[in-house]
């Protein structure tokens, strides 16, 4: 099996791998890449981490 689904790490929305690279969003925190749904999830989920 070479397809995989991502979750979103903020809401765990199902991110389909195809339609990741358009629409989602990904972001290195501390040095480890993290995949959203979309960049207000990338966003809350950082400042959460951050406290
Ligand atoms: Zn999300």
Do not use: H, Q, V
């Amino acid at each position: 099996m070479t397809t995989e689904s991502t979750r979103c790490e903020f809401c765990k929305i199902e991110i389909p791998s195809e339609t990741c690279k358009l629409a989602a969003y990904t972001t290195m925190i501390d040095g480890r890449e993290y995949n959203f749904c979309c960049k207000i999830c990338a966003e809350k989920y950082r400042r959460k981490k951050a406290k």
